[in-house]
């Protein structure tokens, strides 16, 4: 699929991400990614840095496979999906979509 601008692909990966499992899944690696940078920043060890997109899209990849049952929008639009990824983050945190 094409987007013209972030704001539509955000409103397409929303629809990626309705089975609440999979959102929950999302927001824990999205959590552990962080954690896992200010980590390696902290203790200065460049090798947490190697875990954090393991983890990340460990946790995502399992949401899409086993519970929302379709394909990962990271496949096609890598960035946009990890920007995603951060917005739907943030908006969890701040109680905008349910956890």
């Known amino acids: 699929m094409q987007f013209d ?8 990966y929303l629809t990626q991400h ?10 824990i690696g999205t959590g552990c990614v962080i ?25 995502a990849w399992t949401g899409h496979f086993a519970f929302e049952k379709n ?5 096609g639009h890598p960035v946009w999906s990890l920007r995603s990824d951060f917005v739907m983050f943030g908006q969890v945190l701040r109680g905008r979509l349910p956890f």
């Open 71 to 75: 394909k990962p929008a990271t496949f």
């Open 35 to 59: 954690a896992l940078v200010l980590s390696a920043l902290l203790t200065l060890n460049p090798w947490l840095l190697l875990l954090a997109p393991l983890v990340g899209y460990g946790f």
């Open 5 to 12: 601008n972030f704001s539509d692909f955000y409103a397409y």
């Open 18 to 27: 309705r089975n609440r499992t999979s959102r929950r899944l999302h927001v």
